[in-house]
């Protein structure tokens, strides 16, 4: 059973940035997607940004320009760069991996982004 973790999620002003973290316990080599998501107070979960085993990267259209999805195979992690953040970005972000029918998520960790 693979297990995530999530860190980096914090209060932050609006412009501000912050880098979330999700760690495997195990290799991501193997995952076809990794993906983040969000999901805010009264929403439904959303999808932000997914990068596939072949390097393509998509990302919603409210966070383009904005925020960096990458990975780092060799220390089994993602990431999720945010810069000039915005109010509306305040949610639980959750990292995922997929491949096949098999899906894993971490645990979320909140972001707020507030002045």
């Known amino acids: 059973q693979l297990q995530l973790v999530e860190s980096g999620g914090g209060l932050v002003q609006p412009g501000g940035s912050l880098r979330l973290s999700c760690a495997a316990s195990g290799s991501i080599l193997r995952f076809n997607v990794l993906a983040w998501h969000r999901q805010a107070p009264g929403k439904q979960r959303e999808l932000v940004a997914a990068?596939?085993?072949?390097?393509?990267?998509n990302y919603a259209e409210s966070v383009k320009g904005r925020f960096t999805i990458s990975r780092d195979n060799a220390k089994n992690t993602m990431y999720l760069q945010m810069n000039s953040l915005k109010p509306e970005d305040t949610a639980v972000y959750y990292c995922?991996?997929?491949?096949?029918?098999?899906?894993?998520w971490g645990q979320g960790t909140q972001v707020t982004v507030s002045s």
């Open positions: 990068i596939t085993s072949g390097g393509s990267v």
């Open positions: 995922k991996v997929s491949i096949g029918l098999y899906t894993y």
